[in-house]
C-alpha cells in the first residue's frame, strides 16, 4: 500500500549565518538533516514543526516563514512511502540548551542524535543525506549568495 509520509522541518539560522544540523542514528543508518520530522495525524503543520522541535531540540520554537515545500517525486528511505517536506524558517523563543558538536556523528553514549552549527557559506549538498534536504541546501545557498 502506498501512502503520503508528511514532513516538517526547521532552517534555525544563528547571528554567525550558521545553519542547525541534526546528524542521527536510525535503522541502521547515519544521516544528517535539519531538525524536524514527521507530522502525526490530526496535526498541523506550524504545531507538528513545534512538537518536532521540543521532542529534538528540547526548545520552544517561533515560526518566522515558509520556505521550500518538496515538488518532484521522493520515496521514503525508510519505507514505501511518498516524502513530502515542507521547510520553514524559525527561531528559537529562548536560548538553546543542546551540546552542540563540532564533529558528524558525534554522539553522547547512549545516544543517536546530535546537533551542530554550519555556515551556510560553507554548507554543500553533501553535508546531508536526503534527496530534498540537499534542495533546501541549494536554495539556501542561492539566496545567501544574492542577498
Request: negative net charge; glycine residues 6%; hydrophobic residues 35%.
Amino acid at each position: 500500500m502506498s501512502y503520503f509520509n508528511i514532513r516538517v522541518y526547521g532552517l534555525l539560522i544563528n547571528e554567525q549565518q550558521e545553519v542547525l544540523l541534526s546528524d542521527e542514528f536510525e535503522g541502521d543508518r547515519y544521516f544528517t538533516k535539519f531538525p524536524g520530522g514527521g507530522l502525526e495525524f490530526g496535526e498541523g503543520l506550524i504545531d507538528g514543526l513545534k512538537r518536532e522541535f521540543v521532542e529534538e531540540c528540547d526548545a520552544k520554537i517561533e515560526v518566522l516563514s515558509h520556505f521550500y515545500t518538496t515538488d518532484f517525486y521522493e520515496k521514503s528511505s525508510f519505507n514505501d512511502s511518498q516524502v513530502i517536506s515542507i521547510y520553514y524558517f524559525v527561531k528559537p523563543i529562548e536560548e538553546l540548551q543542546l551540546k552542540f558538536k563540532c564533529k558528524v556523528f558525534d554522539f553522547d553514549e547512549g545516544t543517536s542524535q546530535c546537533f551542530r552549527w554550519r555556515k551556510i557559506e560553507e554548507l554543500t549538498a553533501d553535508d546531508v543525506t536526503f534527496r530534498t534536504d540537499k534542495t533546501v541546501v541549494e536554495l539556501l545557498k542561492s539566496i545567501a549568495n544574492a542577498g
